[in-house]
């Protein structure tokens, strides 16, 4: 049980365009879901937490016009980099969970690299 | 000041022998513990939880939990070089909703 599903697993885009990525959980329901950034050798990075039918709460620096955020049903959120940068090439997580005291389950990650 | 430590390691261990990991975290009023396996390139998967001091035991897996002193650690019985990742230690706070992990602590198990 507890299945988190990411997609796409890797993207290529051009400087410039805009990138989806889309966060289900698979078998429960997802109250809260966050978005994680991390690049090669470091530690996750908290982008944002999105709760159903909410605004999302992003963390100090992180540019919400620049990472949209939708949690739009209990089993999916998804970010959107807008107008993406080399720089904002990652490996970006999204993780939910069920409840307060329930561990986060992690989705596979998306790695994006920007051209 | 950091609200989640580890050790960024690596610890190295010979192959059969226990991997002992080791994380302090400075919220006395944390509820719940979780211990994270992150291989390199991949996202992290969970391995323990534990939410009262004491073991718990899940296969070759015990995490150990002592609220009095703010720390909680694994131990990997049996090492295999498969469990050579990164351990990520992730502590919430009672009432919310946000994790805190640690930098996680780098194993490297020697055939």
């Known amino acids: 049980g507890a299945v988190v599903s990411q997609h796409p697993s890797r993207v290529i885009c051009k400087s410039g365009t805009s990138v989806k990525i889309e966060c289900r959980s698979l078998?429960?329901?997802?109250?809260?879901m966050f978005w994680y950034r991390q690049f090669p050798k470091k530690s996750l990075m908290l982008m944002a937490t999105s709760n159903e039918g909410s605004k999302a709460t992003y963390e100090q620096g992180v540019e919400k016009d620049k990472f949209l955020i939708n949690h739009a049903s209990l089993t999916l959120s998804t970010l959107t980099v807008t107008s993406a940068h080399p720089e904002d090439s990652s490996f970006y997580i999204c993780?939910?969970?069920?409840?307060?005291?329930?561990?986060?389950?992690f989705g596979n990650g998306t790695r994006l690299t920007v051209t | 000041q950091k609200e989640v430590e580890q050790n960024s390691g690596p610890l190295s261990v010979p192959e059969g022998a226990i991997a002992s990991l080791n994380c302090t975290y400075s919220d006395r009023g944390s509820q719940s513990f979780f211990w994270y396996r992150q291989y390199s390139g991949k996202s992290p998967e969970l391995i323990m939880f534990i939410y009262s001091n004491g073991d718990k035991e899940d296969g070759r897996f015990t995490a150990q939990l002592n609220k009095a002193s703010q720390y909680v650690s694994l131990l990997i019985r049996d090492s295999q070089p498969s469990d050579s990742a990164t351990y990520l230690c992730?502590?919430?706070?009672?009432?919310?909703?946000?994790?805190?992990f640690g930098t996680g602590t780098k194993l490297q198990v020697i055939p």
């Open positions: 993780s939910a969970t069920d409840g307060t005291n329930s561990p986060l389950h």
């Open positions: 992730a502590v919430k706070p009672g009432g919310y909703q946000k994790v805190t």
């Open positions: 078998d429960f329901q997802a109250t809260t």
